[in-house]
């Protein structure tokens, strides 16, 4: 599983999303986060991280438009068997990838798409625990 972080100036929440993607119950987690030409501290706090844990991998790129850093990551994380989108603003609880990789998988068993499309606030589990908020308010 690779989480994909697209990041321009997402200083202020990084930390708490990164962290919150490093607890998460699914271990078998890689992070390459794309810092987008940001303007603030972003930059430091991803190499920071990225020195202190080898599942994080990091990309510095100019100024881009959204589009064009989520492509580039794409192609940064060919291979993966899933991709999971997270905002450098996004804070996931801890059972998050785990319930997304269940979802995923039980929709190829069953021979259905293969992309799991999640609500925009918020994710439930099947028995109706909250696992993902979005947009951390601080």
Same mark, same amino acid.
């Given at each position: #599983?690779?989480?994909?972080?697209?990041?321009?100036?997402?200083? &202020? $929440?990084?930390?708490?999303?990164?962290?919150?993607?490093? $607890?998460?119950?699914?271990? $078998?987690?890689?992070?390459?986060? $794309?810092?987008?030409?940001?303007?603030?501290?972003?930059?430091?706090?991803? !190499?920071?991280? /990225?020195? /202190?844990?080898? !599942?994080?991998?990091?990309?510095?790129?100019?100024?881009?438009? /959204?589009?064009?850093?989520?492509?580039?990551i794409l192609e940064k994380a060919k291979d993966y068997?899933?991709?999971?989108?997270?905002?450098?603003?996004?804070?996931?609880?801890?059972? /998050?990838?785990?319930? #997304?990789?269940? &979802?995923?998988?039980? !929709? &190829?068993?069953?021979?259905?798409?293969?992309?799991?499309?999640?609500?925009?606030?918020?994710?439930?589990?099947?028995n109706g625990k909250k696992c993902f908020t979005s947009?951390?308010?601080?």
């Amino acid at each position: #599983m690779t989480i994909a972080v697209p990041c321009f100036n997402g200083a &202020q $929440a990084l930390p708490i999303s990164v962290n919150s993607l490093l $607890a998460q119950t699914y271990h $078998a987690v890689n992070l390459l986060i $794309a810092n987008d030409g940001s303007e603030d501290e972003s930059l430091e706090i991803i !190499k920071k991280f /990225a020195a /202190a844990n080898n !599942k994080i991998q990091y990309l510095d790129l100019p100024r881009n438009n /959204a589009s064009k850093t989520r492509n580039i990551i794409l192609e940064k994380a060919k291979d993966y068997d899933f991709l999971c989108w997270c905002d450098c603003g996004d804070e996931l609880l801890p059972n /998050a990838i785990f319930s #997304m990789v269940y &979802q995923a998988q039980l !929709k &190829q068993v069953n021979g259905s798409e293969k992309i799991v499309v999640l609500p925009l606030r918020e994710i439930r589990t099947p028995n109706g625990k909250k696992c993902f908020t979005s947009k951390i308010s601080r």
